[in-house]
């Protein structure tokens, strides 16, 4: 039988502390070269979130949005190629009547429930007309209630695309049942 | 005037010790958790801000998070089950903290301060079995744990108590028996007189006579057998904060706080107690009641204030440091199993221990027969 050192626990122990110790030391003098101007990055190599971002890619599927045309109207002509596509049934469209006799029509009522969304782009791919696209940015959409997580026409046109870093431009909207 | 001023030295005494342990107690959860995002490349608690006007907010390096915390503690609902031991569920909390507080007394932070033909002994009370009091305190802990499991009325809390009880008792003996290895070094069970009996020199004058060069194998046996009293990883088989079910299932608010609160303290007490025994307390290496001396006759003496302060703070940091690294174990190390433990206490610990004494005895004897 030969002797194996790792049996004897105290030896094993040690080179865990050194490791654990050496991360420490090492974290610990580039957080204080950071703190006296000395260092640009910290020990840490987390993101503080709602302060700081990671660059999203600019293929991300994020928030929907509706595009408008140059007088400000929905690009959308309510043909219901999205809502036909969507596996997860949470587009709901009520067409209406157009004033410009060369548009069809317009969606009276456009919703997103983001709640069953699964994200996957077909209605994007669908569209048409380029009206839906998916590039905000934002992620960060939680609600109280069922009915917050439905965003109305209105919300998704006030969306901006987001910028070339992928960073959002527009603010994240506050569901109805959420007073910030 | 004589009587006012001996009871504000005790109570200065007392006040110094009872500050510094509650402190430094509280101070720990800040420290954990910062210390434990360094090591593990993170940055840690930083969100807890007082603002103030003008100002903005500050935040501090996240030191606000203590006492954020304490608040969420006291705003917290003060539950109790229905069928528990209304007496000893509100009792077994008191009694963790309580014994984790008073342990500390025996623990000299200095030498005797000489001022105004007065003698201070810089301890909080003296006591000749320091050491067997502080023994005490440390064993009598347990008591609350394993009230709070009996009390709790739920069967699990009363397995984790039992837990505690068992890990508790196979750590305590191994403490103890390590520990006789020191007292027949230095002969005493003063704390103060083993204190100062590391002051004295070893191998030429080079090396001071600290417990942790005298009693090697008794600190690496002692210090693990403290880590297990303190129940915190790697042997927190009584709680197991993330997945097994503790004696403290059943508390909530600041009740529970102060079961989280005794295991700081604990690891306070035995830091300190590690550093009276094995990292020679006060003492400053070659400084002694006159100044430095160093081996090769080199001195340079200091006023007595000085060197009082100089071993006040040398206490102070020698406690800092053994905490530092009884942090960096309980963020290194896994749980062990329960089994592990055991068989680690009796098996491992009080063997050793026990041989220590033995062998102590042994060079004991070859020594004054020289």
Redesign the interface.
């Known amino acids: 039988m030969t002797l194996d050192l790792r049996r004897f626990y105290l030896l094993e122990v040690f080179s865990g502390l050194a490791l654990t110790a050496a991360h420490f030391f090492r974290n610990m003098g580039r957080h204080v070269a950071f703190a006296v101007g000395a260092s640009r990055t910290g020990g840490a190599v987390t993101i503080q979130y709602p302060e700081e971002r990671r660059p999203y890619s600019p293929r991300l599927r994020s928030l929907h949005r509706l595009v408008r045309r140059e007088d400000g109207s929905p690009r959308c002509v309510a043909c219901m190629m999205c809502e036909t596509v969507c596996p997860a049934h949470c587009i709901y469209i009520i067409a209406d009547e157009h004033p410009n006799p060369e548009i069809e029509k317009v969606p009276r009522r456009f919703d997103i429930d983001l709640g069953k969304c699964v994200f996957c782009g077909y209605c994007v791919e669908a569209c048409p007309e380029d009206a839906i696209r998916m590039d905000t940015g934002i992620l960060e959409f939680s609600s109280y209630s069922r009915g917050g997580m439905i965003y109305s026409k209105e919300m998704l046109l006030s969306l901006e695309a987001a910028g070339a870093d992928g960073r959002p431009r527009s603010p994240i909207p506050v569901p109805a049942d959420r007073k910030a | 005037m004589s009587v006012v001023a001996d009871l504000g030295i005790a109570f200065g005494r007392v006040a110094f010790v009872m500050l510094f342990v509650l402190n430094l107690g509280g101070l720990l959860t800040w420290v954990e958790r910062k210390?434990s995002?360094?090591?593990?490349?993170?940055?840690g608690a930083n969100r807890a801000a007082i603002t103030i006007p003008l100002l903005g907010p500050i935040t501090l390096l996240g030191l606000f998070h203590p006492l954020a915390d304490a608040i969420k503690m006291l705003a917290k609902e003060d539950f109790r089950p229905a069928r528990a031991d209304r007496f000893l569920f509100g009792f077994a909390p008191f009694v963790s903290v309580f014994f984790a507080l008073v342990a500390f007394a025996s623990i000299p932070f200095g030498d005797t301060l000489r001022v105004a033909g007065r003698e201070i002994p810089l301890q909080a009370v003296t006591l000749n079995v320091g050491i067997l009091y502080l023994f005490a305190m440390l064993s009598l802990g347990v008591y609350g744990v394993m009230m709070a499991g009996w009390s709790s009325a739920n069967n699990f809390a009363l397995l984790g108590g039992q837990r505690a009880a068992a890990l508790m008792i196979s750590a305590e003996i191994a403490i103890g028996a390590s520990i006789m290895g020191v007292i027949m070094i230095y002969g005493s069970l003063n704390m103060q007189d083993i204190v100062r009996g590391q002051g004295r020199s070893f191998l030429g004058g080079w090396l001071p006579a600290w417990g942790i060069v005298t009693q090697p194998l008794a600190f690496?046996l002692f210090l693990t057998a403290g880590i297990a009293a303190t129940k915190r990883i790697p042997f927190d088989t009584p709680e197991g904060e993330s997945e097994i079910i503790g004696y403290f299932v059943e508390y909530s608010g600041m009740k529970f706080g102060m079961f989280a609160m005794a295991d700081f303290l604990e690891t306070v007490v035995i830091a300190g107690m590690t550093t009276s025994l094995f990292l020679g307390g006060w003492q400053v290496p070659y400084l002694g009641p006159e100044g430095f001396h160093l081996p090769w006759g080199w001195a340079w003496s200091l006023p007595h204030l000085v060197i009082v302060l100089l071993q006040v703070g040398a206490f102070v940091v020698k406690v800092c440091g053994m905490i530092f690294f009884m942090m960096?174990?309980r963020?290194?190390?896994p749980r062990f199993r329960y089994d592990q433990a055991m068989r680690l206490g009796w098996l491992g610990l009080f063997p050793l221990s026990i041989a220590n004494i033995v062998l102590t005895g042994f060079l004991l004897l070859l020594w004054d027969a020289r």
């Not at chain 2, 995002?37 to 940055?43: E, G, L």
């Open positions: 210390q995002a360094i090591m593990q490349d993170r940055i690496v960096l174990i963020w290194t190390l």
